[in-house]
C-alpha cells in the first residue's frame, strides 16, 4: 500500500517563504506532485517531480529525494490568494494509474 | 477548452435514495478518475477507466458503489441506497497517457454530496 505524511497545517507571514514537507511510503514509486485546493474548490496541479532535484515554476519550488522518501514544496513571496490546502501525491505504479494522495496541508497566511 | 464537468454541483437526499453523479472529462482525454474526500478520509482514488473500460475498482467502497463509461465523454458514478456516511465531495478527474506519466490530473469542481 501507500501512505503519505504531511502536517496538517502550517501558518506563515505574507511576503515570507514557507515549505512544506511531505514523506511517503508506497510499494512503487514513479513521481511526486503537488496539487493546490482553494476552499470550495478542485484541486489543481502545481508541480511534479520524478528525479531528485529542484523543480521551480515561478514563486513555486518542489524537491524530491528518492533515497529519503522525502519531498517538499517550496513557496515564496507569500501572498494572501496562496491560503489553500496543498496536498503531495505519489503515482506508485508508473503510467497514468491513478494518485495517492496525502492529507493536506492547510496554508495559513497571516498579513 | 472546457475543463472537467460535473454534475450535479450539489445534491442532498435522504437514506435510501438513489444518486446519481455524472462527469464528462476534456475532450481528448482517455484516462478518467473517481475521487471521494472526506475531512477523515481525504481523497481517496475510487475507480478509474482507460478508454472507457474500467482498469482499477479497488477503491469502491462496496457494492453500493457502482460507476459506468458507456463513451469516451460520459461516466456515472451511482451509489444505491445511499447512506448518511456516504456524504462527501465526489471529484472526477482525467488526465492523458503523458499527464499521468507527470502526475498531472484535471479535476471538475466536484458534487457535494449531502445524505440526510
Known amino acids: 500500500g501507500q501512505s503519505l505524511e504531511q502536517p496538517s497545517e502550517v501558518t506563515a507571514v505574507e511576503g515570507a517563504i514557507v515549505q512544506i514537507n511531505c514523506t511517503y511510503q508506497t510499494s512503487g514509486f514513479y513521481g511526486l506532485s503537488w496539487y493546490q485546493q482553494h476552499d470550495g474548490g478542485a484541486p489543481t496541479f502545481l508541480s511534479y517531480?520524478?528525479?531528485?532535484g529542484l523543480e521551480e515554476t515561478g514563486r513555486f519550488s518542489s524537491f524530491l529525494s528518492r533515497s529519503d522518501s522525502y519531498g517538499y514544496l517550496l513557496l515564496q513571496e507569500l501572498q494572501m490568494k496562496d491560503s489553500a490546502s496543498y496536498f503531495c501525491?505519489?503515482?506508485?505504479?508508473?503510467?497514468?494509474?491513478?494518485?495517492?494522495f496525502g492529507k493536506g496541508t492547510h496554508l495559513i497566511i497571516q498579513p | 477548452d472546457a475543463g472537467v464537468i460535473q454534475s450535479p454541483r450539489h445534491e442532498v437526499t435522504e437514506m435510501g435514495q438513489e444518486v446519481t453523479l455524472r462527469c464528462k472529462p476534456i475532450s481528448g482525454h482517455d484516462y478518467l478518475f473517481w475521487y471521494r474526500q472526506t475531512m477523515m478520509r481525504g481523497l481517496e482514488l475510487l475507480i478509474y477507466f482507460n478508454n472507457n473500460v474500467p482498469i482499477d475498482d479497488s477503491g469502491m467502497p462496496e457494492d453500493r458503489f457502482s460507476a459506468k463509461m458507456p463513451n469516451a465523454s460520459f461516466s456515472t458514478l451511482k451509489i444505491q441506497p445511499s447512506e448518511p456516511r456516504d456524504s462527501a465531495v465526489y471529484f472526477c478527474?482525467?488526465?492523458?497517457?503523458?499527464?499521468?506519466?507527470?502526475?498531472?490530473?484535471?479535476f471538475g469542481e466536484g458534487s457535494r454530496l449531502t445524505v440526510l
Open positions: 517531480n520524478a528525479l531528485d
Open positions: 501525491a505519489v503515482s506508485p505504479g508508473g503510467g497514468a494509474d491513478g494518485l495517492t
Open positions: 478527474a482525467s488526465s492523458t497517457r503523458s499527464g499521468g506519466n507527470t502526475g498531472e490530473l484535471f
